[in-house]
């Protein structure tokens, strides 16, 4: 196993503080906007996110939930490891507001896909948009792309890209991986 | 990520502690969406489940009904006070008939001890007990324990008494397997006649005495007194019965420390328990219905992932 950095700390960044500010253009003041990250590692993306909303924009009450898919998945009972599922944290309505979804890699799609039914069950929202850190492009199997993408990036299949959170991994860091 | 020990849940005795841990922790996402506007998700939707209930129920089976819709499973129940059981169909004949309609799940009630863990054995197709005459009620002492979890942070180092009819409960039986095997004491209380000769040999001590066990315990868990399995008098009379063995707000009042007070229902009002204690802020008698959806939930959805395509 091999692995090539792709992404380091300053890089990573740039780009969240390029995506913030995309965001802000488009959203404004987010009165009528929300941040949903999903569960398990976008949930790191989302935080810092909304900590460079809040301190660099100053975005008073910032919405943000967490969402989990993993009983929305469509490889329930498929895949030869059990599914494991996190925390929920969703104390907001989403009806008539604008979801963003962030995840920290769009790959095939499949994930944002159940998001999007998943989130219905918390009322239905105007629009609904997606920020990632990467977008793996060519790897999609569902018309699915992102409105807000810090890299692009080109991998096989055999290859995995590895995101690393300060927060959570010690580092700021995007890996590309060879099995 | 773990996954059950088991295939079937036939018993608290045939699972682990770590089983346990598993169906608590899916269950905790469960009892969120469950409370979330749109209360369903769609994991179980290529699966079939029947629920056949050879005994009277309303609460577990209204409670496995819920569960299996808020999962998207396709559900068919039936009582067999309206099958062809009257006609003299043996049980492997009228399950493996309703098999063969693609059912992938069965969920059964029955009067007979061990007939869910026979049914296992014969069929095939996952089998969930959903109470085996005086043997086994496993789900309903997973939501026992996992209210006393919600309301007291573990069940690890409680103090947990049984109050009533243990002889012929399957909710006792089930409760002292599961609470034991998670670190918890128990004790039973109840009337000589309707504590079974062996519970010593279960680890379980006998206190005869409501009060003391009161003082003793964190939680008392009130058990109905089953009229319709008492073949003989046990005790002599239903106001004796509730003199010696009916908890009360004054007796409750006259404690020096606040417990928990659980029923697994149908309660009997001013039997077992007075109507004020089961209104009351110490009892978790509705939150243990709310928590027999989520917990049910889990088992189906757990048990459910090991069926393969």
Known sequence: MSQKLLLNAKEINIILHRLACQLVEKHLDFS??????MQ?????????IKKILEEEYQIQNLALGFLDITFFRDDFRRGEKPLEASETQIDFLVEDKK???IDDVLYTGRSINAALTAIQSFGRPSEVELLTLIDRRFSRHLPIQPDYRGRQVDAINNEKVLVKW????GEDAVYLVTK | MKELSVNHLIGIKHITKQDIDLIFETADHFKEVINRPIKKVPSLRDITIANIFFENSTRTKLSFELAQKRL???VISFSAAQSSVKKGETLVDTVNNILSMKVDMVVMRHSSPGAAHFLSENVKASIVNAGDGAHEHPTQALLDSFTIREKLGDVGGKKIVIVGDILHSRVALSNIFALQMQ?????????KTLI???IESLGVSVEPNLRKALEWCDVANMLRVQNERLDVNYFPSTREYTQQYGVTKELLDSLNKEIVIMHPGPINRGVEISS???????SVILEQVENGVAVRMAVIYLLASKIKN
């Open chain 2, 276 to 282: 004020d204690v089961a209104d009351s802020q110490q």
């Open chain 1, 166 to 169: 300060q927060d959570n991994d």
């Open chain 1, 99 to 101: 979801v963003v979804f």
């Open chain 2, 183 to 191: 670190g918890a004491e128990v004790k039973v209380c109840g009337p």
């Open chain 1, 32 to 37: 009528n906007t929300v941040l949903v990250g």
């Open chain 1, 40 to 48: 398990p590692r976008g949930k790191y993306l989302a935080d810092r």
């Open chain 2, 196 to 198: 079974p000769k062996y």
């Open chain 2, 72 to 74: 998207s499973a396709d």
